[in-house]
């Protein structure tokens, strides 16, 4: 098929519909495996509205687009490089500290980003923020509790979330080298990065996380269709039944 | 002692419910400890099995509503644990029986789920059992677990229709699904009719459980219900029901079916089904992979309630 984005704004939403899809399916994957059930529950609920989400921002894409595809075949029918999500969403789940720490530098992203979608020209990404900001709030209120909890609760918990974002800090940088279409739709990205860094800051800070020095990484850029090696078993499992029966429907 | 026992038998006559703070007989409480952790214990193995293609679900749809329905599981394994507390027991305690293996699951479980397909079959089949059984559960004795299964029963019948929208799918498919689909009636429909117990004459805990109204059906009466109900359901999909002996009786107006392998049913219970180790594995992984999570919140509640005190 044929994946040529005509319009800057599917182009823009995609990135952010992509990242939705990937961070859902990687929480996805700790269904039965939480450190006890209620947590279970609501790592389920945090992957329910992101996979909600995702299929919302295809929808408006593909309306975009003049419904020259489907969301479905958005999910199963591209290949890696075609995917633009952040590498911050396509990194294991490792333990439950990657999980967390992974969903709360996510969401505080997400957070500012939506709000800046509230002024939207396109009615539809307005609405759709206003669902998603009440669903972030939630999300990022669960993971920010945890990071407390585990930055303040033993030696063990300590060491582990501290480990987790020295790995996965190095995900960061690319998300705040705002583009042209970025900027377009984005009409405060140096906003939206000093306030993910004084809250970042702020709660490592208070619970006891360092944040690293991150050097200047030769990585090349999630916009351009660049990601980490986890994307592409993420998607060989994701896409498996539609790509081995093409002709069914499901 | 007389007056409260006499009170507890007056409750059950009357076909009223025992509530927590009722005086029960001990093997009353113990009987209800035992089944109710084990319909716990089957709603959070049995997510497990589903969890196998939750990864490879085929649409966004398809993904969405298998997910909502596992953590459906999840939460009837909340409600049935709290109901098992209201007994007296810890659900710690719950899962450290479940893991030494001295408190069973359901066994239809211990089945691998092959193909998407299987995803229909469970929720047809192996929801549509537990609904029979749970439907005449919400006439228990025990309060709290009559409720819960009034609940529960509302979220099943949805588990149902997704299950059975599946092998609508699949059976009026392609040639390739509508093979999966009888593959998975093949492998689930004997299961499936197990999950019921052992014929009444053979079921341990049967008589004095219906006698204190836990139980208000007998375990044959449940399967009869559920094969003709589900019969149907299997013609109208083109399936075929894998019991060459299953044939409506006009004169009982149910249906006759074969004998099943009883011997696989005991084998499977015992621990020597195709995934009874895994299951119980992958449930011990995530508890004690975890237990730190659990020592880090407690140790933070520990150390933000003194410095509140």
């Known amino acids: 098929m044929n994946f040529t984005f005509e319009s800057n704004e599917s182009k823009f939403l995609l990135r952010i519909a992509d990242t939705s899809l990937i961070l859902a399916q990687r929480l996805a994957e700790m269904c039965s495996k939480g ?17 909600g989400r995702a299929e919302e921002l295809y929808k408006i894409i593909c309306r975009i687009e003049n419904d020259k595809f489907e969301p479905d075949e958005l999910v199963y029918k591209r ?4 995917f633009y999500n952040l590498k911050l969403v396509e990194q294991p789940n490792e333990d439950f500290a990657w999980v967390i720490v992974r969903q709360f530098l996510h969401d505080v992203y997400a957070k500012e980003v939506f709000t800046e979608l509230l002024k939207s020209e396109n009615s539809e990404v307005v609405g759709l923020s206003q669902k998603v900001l009440k669903e972030i709030k939630y999300s990022h209120l669960h993971a920010k509790d ?6 303040l609760g033993t030696e063990e918990s300590n060491s582990r979330t501290q480990s987790a974002v020295n790995h996965i800090l190095k995900y960061i940088e690319e998300i705040f080298n705002f583009d042209d279409i970025d900027k377009t739709y984005l009409s405060n990205t140096a906003e939206i990065e000093s306030k993910w860094n004084a809250e970042i800051n702020a709660v490592f800070a208070a619970y006891n996380i360092t944040r690293i020095e991150v050097p200047p990484l030769s990585m090349r850029d999630y916009r351009d269709g660049f990601h980490s090696e986890y994307m592409g078993p993420l998607l060989s499992v994701m896409q498996y039944l539609p790509r081995a029966y093409p002709d069914a429907k499901w | 002692m007389e007056k409260f026992e006499a009170a507890f038998n007056a409750i059950i006559e009357q076909d009223l419910k025992v509530e927590p703070r009722d005086w029960m007989p ?14 716990a214990h089957s709603e959070i193995i049995g997510m497990q099995p589903e969890g196998n293609w939750l990864l490879r679900a085929p649409s966004l749809r398809a993904k969405q509503v298998l997910l909502a329905k596992i953590q459906d599981e999840a939460g009837h394994g909340l409600y049935l644990y709290s109901v098992a507390e209201t007994l007296g027991i810890t659900r710690a305690e719950m899962i450290e029986q479940l893991h030494k293996q001295e408190a069973k699951y359901s066994s239809i479980f211990n089945y691998p789920t092959l193909t998407w397909a299987d995803m229909g079959a469970v929720g047809w089949l192996v929801d549509g059992a537990a609904i029979v059984n749970q439907v005449s559960l919400q006439r228990t004795s025990y309060g709290p677990y009559a409720r819960s299964m009034v609940r529960i029963c509302m979220e099943e019948s949805f588990h149902q229709r997704q299950g059975y929208e599946i092998m609508v799918q699949m059976s009026f498919g392609t040639p390739e699904q509508k093979e999966m689909a009888q593959d998975a009636l093949n492998r689930f429909w004997e299961p499936a009719l197990m999950m019921f117990g052992p014929h009444d004459a053979e079921s341990a805990h049967s008589s004095q459980s219906m006698e204190w109204k836990i139980k208000r059906e007998s375990n044959d009466h449940l399967r009869q219900r559920f094969i003709d109900r589900t019969v149907p359901q299997a013609e109208y999909l083109g399936l075929t029901i894998p019991d060459t002996k299953i044939k409506l009786n006009k004169e009982t107006g149910h ?22 180790q895994e299951r119980l594995d992958h449930h011990k992984k995530a508890h004690y992979d975890n237990e730190w999570v659990r020592e880090a919140a407690s140790a933070y509640a520990a150390k933000t309630e003194s410095s509140v005190a």
């Open chain 2, 255 to 276: 249906y006759d079916h074969g004998e099943f392998n009883w011997d696989e049913f005991w084998n499977v219970i015992n621990g020597n089904g195709p995934c009874n």
């Open chain 1, 35 to 51: 450190p006890f059930l209620e947590e279970d529950i609501a790592l389920s609920n945090t992957s329910l509205d992101l996979f």
């Open chain 1, 79 to 82: 290949n890696e490089r075609q």
């Open chain 2, 26 to 39: 001990e093997k009353y409480r113990k009987q209800l400890i035992r089944q109710v952790s084990q319909h």
């Open chain 1, 146 to 151: 945890w990071i407390e909890r585990l930055g």
